[in-house]
């Protein structure tokens, strides 16, 4: 990426290129490689709380962040247009997936596919968190295929479609989360652009979605992936950056007795050693930062 570096944005861009294919495959993702199907025959879609974690954390989170706040530079009426040509099939999608879901669901163990898709989370938040980890682990569609393989229990097929309307009306929900947040960011995005830093919440939301793992695991509160991921947010936010335009100019130094201009100390007198001055304390030649307080 051109401003955040986020590892998993920055991969699809250099396969992808242009930001409206860049949202798309993001958001998309979930829903080609099979993570959401996981997501759904685990029971995550089973709450609210649940839905929430998913529209954010799967469909949206960081990458959705980072693609709209760091690549799209149009005007925020071109912006959301874009993040609902994007938003719109995912809800269908979505759904649809929804669909199929108790149908798959006769096929495989879901116990065993519970922890496949527990393991496939904990690979996105390792490839969100750090794109060397990233390089020496699976695709998730490797992993979920391998779940697939493990789990299916082909005695107990039944290939007769068995929708829940209320299954796919959960999961269209947790899509529609993700294109509310998506359109959030485009509202905000001016002022979200001077206070977020994309890469501290590209963190966090790494450690909400390995949260999420361990809830599929049962391990900690369902609750807690939207938790983390909130903290997430608070903790990417500086507000005091929204009103700093400019670094601070250290006072006009005064001439010296032959006219040459003395270098400034940060309390305003003048001081012959610069670099020992803006230094950190116990360095020599230090390179020229901000004063050392």
Known sequence: MSSSRHPVALRLEQRVGGDTRLLA???????????????VLAGAL????????????????????????AEMDEDPRSQAATVLVVGIPLIVVAAAEAALAPTIATVVDIPT????????????????????????LPSPGIIIGLGFVASVQPAGAELVLKAD??????????????????????????YLRRV????????????ALGTLALSVFGLVPSQAPLVVFAVAGLLAFDPDEADVDTPD?????????????????PDGGSDPDDEAAYGYPGEDGAEERAPWL
């Open 25 to 39: 495959t993001v958001m998309l993702l979930p829903l080609v490689d099979g993570i959401f199907a996981a997501l």
């Open 46 to 69: 089973d709450t609210y709380v649940g839905i929430a974690q998913v529209g954010l954390l799967v469909f949206g989170g960081s990458a959705t962040l980072a693609v709209i706040l």
């Open 113 to 136: 596919f519970e922890r496949f898709a527990a393991i496939v989370i904990l690979a996105i938040a390792a490839k969100t968190a750090s794109s060397t980890i990233g390089d020496y």
């Open 165 to 190: 309307p209320g299954l796919m009306l959960r999961a269209a929900a947790a899509g529609g989360v993700a294109v509310g947040f998506s359109l959030a960011i485009v509202a905000l995005q001016p």
């Open 196 to 207: 977020v830093d994309i890469d501290r919440f590209r963190f966090g939301s790494a450690v």
């Open 249 to 265: 100019v250290p006072p006009a130094a005064d001439d010296g007795p032959d006219g040459a201009a003395q270098p400034a100390t």
